[in-house]
């Protein structure tokens, strides 16, 4: 079982920087798929990032973020991150952090373990 915890969120202008943090606890946390997905209000939710602790340079973003949102790890703190520059209004949203075991892809539908979100809220 993964417990997980996001923080970092809040209110950023346009073209300014946040980084996310998800703090996890429990078991088999580094044989875990961790990513990061996010949900605007009336839209569905969509992955942003993903990354396998056990194999770090494997990493895929979606393209609407490529070049401007870096997913990263710090093992010995059980934490993912996710770095965000050159916010975009379009990127506010609320943040997820998710875990599963064995997955491949961005699907929401195949991750387990779920934190509560934090709100991302982008000016122009």
């Known amino acids: 079982q993964v417990q997980l915890l996001e923080s970092g969120g809040g209110s950023v202008q346009a073209g300014g920087s946040l980084r996310l943090s998800c703090a996890a606890s429990?078991?088999?946390?580094?044989?875990?798929?961790m990513a990061w997905f996010r949900q605007a209000p009336g839209k569905e939710r969509e992955g942003v990032a993903r990354?396998?602790?056990?194999?770090?340079?494997?990493?895929n973003y979606a393209d609407s973020v490529k070049g401007r949102f870096t997913i990263s790890q710090d093992n010995a703190k059980r934490t993912l991150y996710l770095q965000m520059n050159v916010l975009k209004p379009e990127d506010t949203a609320m943040y997820y952090c998710?875990?599963?075991?064995?997955?491949?892809?961005?699907?929401?539908?195949?991750?387990?373990?779920w934190g509560q979100g934090t709100q991302v809220t982008v000016t122009s």
């Open positions: 998710a875990a599963a075991s064995g997955v491949l892809d961005l699907n929401p539908k195949h991750y387990n373990y």
């Open positions: 429990g078991t088999t946390y580094s044989s875990n798929c």
């Open positions: 990354i396998y602790p056990t194999f770090p340079y494997h990493t």
